[in-house]
T-cell receptor, first 114, second 116 residues
Framework: AQKITQTQPGMFVQEKEAVTLDCTYDTSDQSYGLFWYKQPSSGEMIFLIYQGSYDEQNATEGRYSLNFQKARKSANLVISASQLGDSAMYFCAMSSGGNTPLVFGKGTRLSVIA | GAGVSQSPSNKVTEKGKDVELRCDPI?????LYWYRQRLGQGLEFLIY????????KSGLPSDRFSAERTGESVSTLTIQRTQQEDSAVYLCASSPLVRPGRDTQYFGPGTRLTVL
């Protein structure tokens, strides 16, 4: 069975600083995908970034990058130049090779301080 | 284009009543998923529709929960004889079947269900 672990229930970061949100995963599948979603207080789930298990390069999307370490089974999200609007819950999730349901971690609440 | 829409946005019901939640996926998205998010928790998978294949119901917590989808359009999630532990936000997501394993799931705004 697949499992996602997010060990940081809450994080604080100063505005304009970078922050890393941790995510480790467990799976016996060779082909899988890793996703990060942002959930502001409004409740919507916003897709941020995707990393495939066979992707050689770490994924980047604007201020978001994914530090993928396959041997360690970790897929940490790095947010550069934090903004007040980045304050939200962040969820790491994974899927197996097909279009299967996502397995989510419990999330990390990020608070950006001015 | 339009995103995933869900209705109602909020539903308050009494214990023992039945409720129906609706999801309109993004046009052309073949896959549709229902998840449940209890307060302060991550998302739990409930049920998954992929095209005309039999749905994956492995996440439904009890036989009080059921869902239908007609073709690649609207889906309804029905909860019969609601219990207080059913109180949660019910999220629907859809994705295309273009790149298996790589397709992003796009979420609707959710329905907040409160069972009194």
């Amino acid at each position: 069975a697949q499992k996602i672990t997010q060990t940081q229930p809450g994080m604080f970061v100063q505005e304009k600083e970078a922050v890393t949100l941790d995510c480790t995963y467990d799976t016996s599948d060779q082909s899988y995908g890793l996703f990060w979603y942002k959930q502001p207080s409004s409740g919507e789930m916003i897709f941020l970034i995707y990393q495939g298990s066979y992707d050689e390069q770490n994924a980047t999307e604007g201020r978001y990058s994914l530090n993928f370490q396959k041997a360690r089974k970790s897929a940490n999200l790095v947010i550069s130049a934090s903004q007040l609007g980045d304050s939200a819950m962040y969820f790491c999730a994974m899927s197996s090779g097909g279009n299967t349901p996502l397995v989510f971690g419990k999330g990390t609440r990020l608070s950006v301080i001015a | 284009g339009a995103g995933v829409s869900q209705s109602p946005s909020n539903k308050v019901t009494e214990k023992g009543k039945d409720v129906e939640l609706r999801c309109d996926p993004i046009s052309g998205h073949t896959a549709l998923y229902w998840y449940r998010q209890r307060l302060g928790q991550g998302l739990e998978f409930l049920i998954y529709f992929q095209g005309n294949s039999a749905p994956d119901k492995s996440g439904l917590p009890s036989d009080r929960f059921s869902a239908e989808r007609t073709g690649e359009s609207v889906s309804t999630l029905t909860i019969q004889r609601t219990q207080q532990e059913d109180s949660a936000v019910y999220l629907c997501a859809s994705s295309p079947l273009v790149r298996p394993g790589r397709d992003t799931q796009y979420f609707g705004p959710g329905t907040r269900l409160t069972v009194l």
